[in-house]
C-alpha cells in the first residue's frame, strides 16, 4: 500500500534520531496524556456546518495580510461550489469502477477542451505536482490553473482506481523517456508528480510526501478526511485558498535545499557561547505554560531550539516552519498569530504560532509555539524581553555577521581538489556545507550540482541494496558517498581527482569537521 | 520467513489500436495475448489500460512510455513499429511476512530493473521478426526481436499477406506461445541487456584456417550467402552483420543446440558418428538442421527459415546448420534457392571431414586453455560494445542455465551500476562497498564495461582498483 | 621477332644469331670443344689456318698451325694459353699462346706410355693439366708451358671403350665391359684423380644375342638442379614396347650412382638430348618435334624411381630464318628457311646443336610464355616456372590471371600456389639471415623469389584494374595469402592489411574487418591504426579501434594525445598521458587550447585547475610561468569563474 512506502520513509528517518526529535509513537501517547485532546481540539473541530467558515477563516488570518490574495478568492469559492453540486450526482457512478472505455473516452474528452496541455511552454516544465480528490477534483497544480486542468486530473483518478479495481493493485509509477510520473495515494487525496529531472522516484514520493504534510499543516489530517466522509465532492481549493503559496515556496524549497534531501536541518555557524547565550535568553524569558517549542531561524537555518521536556520537533514538521516563515511576507509586517499542524508532531490537531522578526533587516525569526490559543500577548511580551537580551549581548549582531559570511568557503577547509560536500551528522539530524562555488556558477549549474547529490544519495540509500561507500568517476566531477554509524558524507571532487588523493582529502575534512564541530551543529539540545 | 514469490510472467500481448477503432471492436486490437486462458473482457481490459497510460504519457514526454510500475506488477511497454505495441507483464517478487501475529506481504519492488526486462522485451521482438528473444525490459526487447528473427517484422508479415490480419495472428501465436515457455523470466540479468557474444580466443593462425575454410565453404557453394561458425557455444566467425549474429546467437546457443544436445542424448537422432558417406574417408559430420541421416533420401529434415537485415531488410533464409565434434557452421541459404538433398549431401561430403579435422585442432587448443584453477579472489563480467564481445566468471556458464557465483543483490546491483552509466557517453568507474562488505568495481572505457566483484571483507578503498582486474580481452 | 601468333605456339628457340663458321667440305675439318664452347674450323690441316668462334664475340680468333696430318682432336686449355692437338694415336702436340692470341708455333709433343696403346682422346681438367684416355686407360699429365715439357702425374690402367668428360664437375666418365656398359667415373681437382664407384647400366635384355652394346652416343653427361647426372638413351627398355625411354643415374659422393629417373618418351627413332635450365629437351628426328622432361614436377614413382612423363605434348623448334647476304646486290638479303632437325645436326651438351653442312652453332633456347597456356594445371605450371631461371615476369602474369573472370582458379590451388611460393620466400629470407650472422658471402643460386611487394603490385593489383571480381572472392585470396604467409612465419606488410580493409570498407564489412582486428589477423601498426582512423566516418568503432591498437603499439604517446585532443577528449587524454607518466613534460598550452576550444566550461575549469595543481607540484606556486604562453587561458578562466577562482599559494 501506499502507505507502507510512507512507513519506510518515516522509518528511514527515524532511525537518524536525535536528541532533538523522539520517535513520534509516543508523542502521542505522551501529548495525550499531558494536555487534554479534547480543549486541544476542540479550538478547531466545529461541527460540519460552520466548518467552512471557521478553519478557513483560521486561514484568512494568514492570508490578511497580503491582502492580493483576497481578490481570487471569492470567486474562486463560487466557481468551485457551483460543479461541486452538479458533479455530486455523477459521484454515484463514479463510484462504480471505472471500465477501459471510460479511461479511453476521458482521454479524448481532452482533445476538444482547449487547456494547458496543449501549451508547450506547461508541457516543457521540468515538473509538475497535482494534488486532487479521490473523486478527481482539482485541488492543486504546481503549474497552470486547476480549472484547464480538470480533464487531466480525471484521468489521474480514472489510472489510480482502474489499477486499484481492477485487481486490488496500487499504481506507482509510470517512465516514459525522462519523464517519471509518480503517484502517491493517501487517503482522500491523490498526489502525483510528473518530473523530468535528476531525482529519483523515491525522491519524487518523499517529497509528495512534504506536499501532503503541507496540506495537512493547514487542514490536519482529521479536517481532511471529515471533509470527504461527508462530501465526496467537495472542492478543497476554497478551503487552501491563499495557501497554494506555501505549496509553491515548499517545492522550490524542495529543488534548491539540501536539507529535504537529507531530512536535516541546516544550522546557523555560531559559536558555542553566543549560541548557549541565545537559548539562555529563551529559557529565562519564555519559561511560559502550554510553550512547547520555542525557535529562531535565520535564512532557513536553525539558531535555537528551546522545546518543552518530551517534546520533539521531528526535522519535516521543522522543514515545514522553515517553509512557513520562508514563503510569508507578511511577518515582517507585525508579530503575527497563526495555527499550524505539525503531522509529525501531531496530525490531528493544530498548535498556535507566535511568529515575529527580532532584527529590523527581518532576518532573524522567533517562533514560538504554544497549544494555548489565548496566549498571544503573553508571548509577544516574551518576545519583548528575548530581543532585549539579545541586544544586550549582541546576540543579533553575532546572527547578523555569521548571516552575512553566508555559511562558509570551500577554502576554509583547505583541500585544494574538493569542490562541495555535504556532510549529515546522523545523530543529530543536522547537516553542513561550504557555500556553492566556481566551478557550479550560475543556476543551472547549480541545479546540475543538486541533481548530483540527489543521485549520490538516491544510489546510496536504494532501499533493496544499500550501499556504505559509493566512489563514481563521471565526465565531469568525481563523486564520493560515504555512510557510517554517525554521518553522512557526500563530496564532490574534479573528474580528474586520484582516489588516493580524493581519500586523503576526505579524512583532512574529516578532522576539519571535528575541529569546527560546536560552531556547525547544535550538539547539546535545550529544553524548559 | 514465509512463502517467497518470485518473478514470474504474468501476461505477454500484442495489440494495435487500429484495428478495433469502433465500440464492441475492442477484441480486434488484440493480436497476441498471453495467457490465452484469459478471459475476453480482462484481456480487453488490460490492452485498454495500457493504451490509455502510453496515451496518457504522451501529454508529458515525446519518448514513448516505457514501464509502469505498480505494487504487485511491473508493465513493459514496447513500441517495435508504428502503432504495434508489445507489453510485457512480470510479477514482482514478495515474501509473505508475519508482524504481531498478522500476516502481510512484502513486494520486493527493486528485485525488478526495467533495463533488463526492457532488453528481454525488445530481444523477443527481434527473434521473432528473425525468429525471437530478451531480460525484462531486456526480456521484451529480446521477445520482439527474436520474433523478427523468424517471422520478418509484423509489416513485413502484413504486406505479404496484403494485410491479412489472421496470418499475423497465427505466426504471433505460433512463435510466442513456445518461446515464452523457453524465457526465463527470474533468471534474467545484466547479461541480457548486454545480449552479447562470446568469442572463442584462438591463435592466429587457427583463426586464419577457419577463415580461408568458410572462404572456400562460399566458393564452393555460392548460394551460402552468409556463414558463421561456432565452437561449443562461442563464436569463432561471423560473416552476419552484428545485430543479427547477436541474435541469432542467442537463438542458437539458448534454443537449438540445446534442444540439440538433449536429442544427441536420447540418441533419437541418426547414430554412427564414424559413418563413411559415400563421399570419402570417416568423419564426425551431422546436419543439426537438415537431414538427420545423410544415408536417408527420404527425409530433408526441419529446416528453419530466418529472416536478415545483413545486407537488405528481411531477407528469408534458409538456415542450416552442420556440426561435426564441437564446431558447427550455420550455413544461411536465401529461400530463393531450393533446399535439395542433394545439395545436402554435397555439402556433408565437403565439410565432415574438414571440419572434423579443424575441429579437432581447435579441440586441442581449447582443452589447453580451458584448464582454470579454483575459486578466484574476484568475479566479473565484461561487454565490448564495439563488437558485442561478452565474458562472464559470474555465471557458472554462459548460457547462465545454472547460476551465479554472487549473491543475486550484487548482481542486480551492476545493472544498477550499468544503467547510471550508460546515461553519459563518457568513461566512468564506480566503486561501491556493499553492506554485506562485498566490494564492486564497474568501469567504461574505451567502448567497453567491465565489472568486477571482489570478496575481500577487510579491503579499503585504496586497495580496490578496477584496473587490477582489467585483463586484457578483445 | 617474327609474327607473333607462331611465337605462341612454340617454346624452343635456337638463339638468335647463331655462330657462323665455314661448312666443312673435303678440305676443311671442324672441331667443338664443350669444355671451352668453342668451335675450331681447321683448313687443309691448318696450314690454311685455324679459325676459332666462342659463344663471345671477343675471343674469336685465328692463328695457323704447322700442318702435319689430319687433326683427330683440337682443344685450348681453359685459361687459353696452351693448345693441344692430336693427330695420331699415339702422342698430342700443344702449342703455346700468349694473351693477344699471339703464338710462336713451336709445338712440344707428349706420346703416350706403351707400345699398343692407342689416344682415343684427351680432355684439359685444368689449365695446366691434362688427360689422355686411352684403350689401356688414363694417363695424366701435368703440362709445363714454359719448359714447353710435361710432367706424368698418374696413370690408371682400365680397358676403355669409350668416355664422356663433363667439364663444369670434371667428371670423367670411363666405359668399360664386354658391353661397355659398366661405367668408372673418375673425378679430377686441383691435380688429384679421385676414382668413384662404378657401375653397371642395365642393358635391355634383348632376346636374341648378340645383346647390344652401350653406345658412347647414347650416354652424355649432364648437371640437373646441382646434382650431376649420367643420362643413357635406351632404345627399347622392354620387349615388345618400340617406346624408347631416357634414364637418369644421379652421380653419389660415396657409392655407386643411382638410377632415380626415368623419362617415357613414347617415341622411338633418333633422339638426340640438349639441357636447357635443368630441363631435359629431347629431340626427336622422325617426327622432327621435341619434348621436356623436369624431374622437379614429381611423377609417379615405385619407391625407388620416379617415372616422368613430358611436361607438354611433343612441340617442333620454332623455325628459323637464317639472313644469307644475296648475290645480286639490287635484291638486299635473302632469308633461307634452315632444316630443323636435319641429319647434318650434331648435338652437344648441354644445350648446343651444330650444323656443320649449314656452318651453323645454335644455343638452343627455351620460351616461358608459351608454357603457359600449354600447362593447364596451374600448380604444376607455377611449380616449373618458379625453378626455371628469369621466369618471375611469367609468374606473376600466371598468379595475376588466375584471379581473373573467367579464368579463375579455385582457392584451393591458389592455396597450394601461394604456400609453394611462400615457402620459397621463406627459405630466401631464412639463408638470407644466416648470411648476415655469419656473413659468408656464400652466394646463392639465384633463384625465383615472389615476394609481397611483388604479389602487392604485379597480382593484388588486379582488384584494383578488374571491377567485376566478387569482393568475397578478393577477400578469400588476400586472407589465403596473409594465411600462406603466417604459416611460413613471414612477417606481413601492412599494406596487404589496407587492400583487404579497402576492399571489405566499400562493402561495409565492418563487422567482418572487426573481428579480423579481433583476432589480430591484421597486425598491429601505426600506418594501420592511421587507416582505421580515417575510417571513423564510415565506421564509428574504427576509432576507437585506432586507440587500442596505438596503445598497445606503446611508441605512439604523441599520437595517441593528438588524437584524443582531436577528438576534444580531454579528460581520457590527461588520463593518458598520466597513465604512462609524462603529466610533468606534457605541455599544458596544448591542452589548455584544446579544452578552449570545446567552450565547456567545465572542462576547461578542469583542465585548467589540473594543470594549476601541476604547477604547484613543481614549483610550490599555482601560477603558469610566462614560458608557458598560458595567460590567454588564465585571462578565459578568470572571466568564466573570476579571479577568485584562481588558486592561491598555500599558507598553511
Redesign the interface.
Known sequence: ?ADSKEAEQVSTSESEQSDLIEPETCIHRENSMLLPAENFISIDYESFENYDCQPSGVIHEIVRSNSQDKSEETPDVVLSSSNDEFSAGEDKEERKQI???E??S??TE?DIEEDE?RKPEW?AQKK?IFILSEAGKPIYSRHGSEDKLVT?MG?LQ??VS??HD??K???????????K?VFYVRDPLILVC?S?GADS?QQLLLQLTYVYNQVLSVLTHKTLVSIFKQRRNYDLRRLLSGSEKFLDSLLSLIETDYSFLLGAVRCLPLDLQVRDMISQSIIQHARVKDLVFALILANNQLVTLVRMKKYYLHPVDLHLIINLVHASESFKAAESWTPICLPKFDSSGYLQAHISYLDESCQTCLLLLTVDRESFFTLSDCKNKIKERLLKYNGLNAIGDSLTKTSYSINQC?I??LRHFLYKSRSTAQYTSPEV???Y?GTE?QERLFGLYQ?LHH?IH???????????????ETLLGWITQGFELYAVF???VT??SA?HSINKLLKWIKREEDRLFILNSVTF | MGTKGATRLVSFFVFNSNYGPR?GE?HKKILFYYPKEEDLDNK??????C???V???E???????????????RHLFLEPEKDFWAVMTVSIPFIEKQKEGQPYTEY????VQ?PVYEALLRQAYRMFQVCTSPVYEAILRQAYRLFQLFNGTFCHILAKTNNNVDVLKQRLDHFYSRYLQTLRVHQSDIIDIFSGIHFMPLDKNTYLRVQCFINLLEARFPYIKYTAFMYNDQLVWSGLEQDDMRIMYKYLTTSLFPSYQEQELQGTSSVSPARTTTAQAIHYGKFVTGPPDINDENTLGKIPRVFINSEVENEECFLLVYRAHNASVCMLINVANTMTFDLCRKLDGFLGPQLTQLASDIGEQYSKRVTTSGDPPYRYIYFNHMNLAQKTTVHTDNKKSSGIHIPP?TL??LT?ISA?MSK?S??????????S?NWVVGKKSDQREFYVVINQKNAN??EI?GNNYNIRMN | MTSSEDSGSFFIELCKNPIRFDPVDKNTNVFYDDANKQVFTVRSGGAVGVVVKGPKENDSSTFRIESRGDVMSIKFSPDRKILGIQRSPKSVEFINFGDDMSTDQLEYSQACKGKSTIISGFVWTSPTEIVFITDHGIEFYQVIAEKKSLRSLKTISLSVCWFVWQAESGILLLASGSLSNSLNPFQFRGGIVTKLAKFEVDLPASTKPPRQSLQERDVSMALLYGQLYVVVLRHQPRPGTAAAEIVLYQIMREGPARKTNILRLEMSGRFAINIVSNLVLVHHQTSRTSVVFDIHLDGESDGYVHYHYPVVSPLPIKPFKLLLPSLSPQADKMEYNCELYSANWVVFQPNVIIDAKLGCLWYVELKLDPLVTMIPDKYRLVKLLLVRDDSKRVILSVCRNMLLPGQQANLVSIAKIFDMLNKVYQQYLESECQNLATDSGVPQRSRVIIDQSDMYTHVFSVFEDNKDIKYKFMVAVIIEYIRSLNQCAIPVQHYLYELIINILVPNNCFYQLHQFLQYHVLTDSKPLACLMLSLESVYAPAHQLALDMLKRLSTANEEIIEVLLSKQQL?PA??FIRSVGIVDTVSSRKFLEAAMNTED???F??VF??FE?RN?RLRQNPKFQPGEHCEVYVKHFES???T??L?HI?V?
Not at chain 1, 172 to 178: P, S
Not at chain 2, 108 to 111: A, G, K, N, R, V
Open positions: 500500500m471500465s477501459a472505455k479511461l479511453a476521458a482521454l481532452e496541455t508541457r509538475h487531466i484521468v480514472a489510472l482502474f489499477v481492477s485487481n493493485d496500487n499504481i506507482r509509477c509510470i517512465i516514459a523517456g525522462d519523464h510520473f510528473v523530468q522516484t583547505g585544494t581538489d562555488e566556481a566551478p556558477l549549474e543521485y544510489r536504494t532501499s533493496a541494496r544499500p550501499l556504505k561507500i559509493l566512489y563514481h568517476v563521471g565526465p565531469h574534479g573528474p580528474l582516489k588516493p581519500i | 465500440e475492442e480487453i481490459k488490460n490492452i485498454g489500460l493504451e490509455a497510460i496515451k496518457f504519457a501529454t508529458f514526454s515525446d519518448k514513448p512510455c516505457q514501464s509502469m510500475h505498480t505494487q504487485k506488477m520486493q519492488e527493486e528485485d526495467d543483490d542486480r546491483l544498477d547510471d553519459s563518457e568513461d566512468g568507474e564506480t566503486i561501491v562497498k556493499t553492506f562488505d578503498l585504496i582498483n | 579528460l590527461i588520463r566550461p567545465r572542462l575549469y578542469t585547475k589540473f595543481q604547484v568564466l569563474f573570476g577568485d577562482a588558486a598555500q598553511s
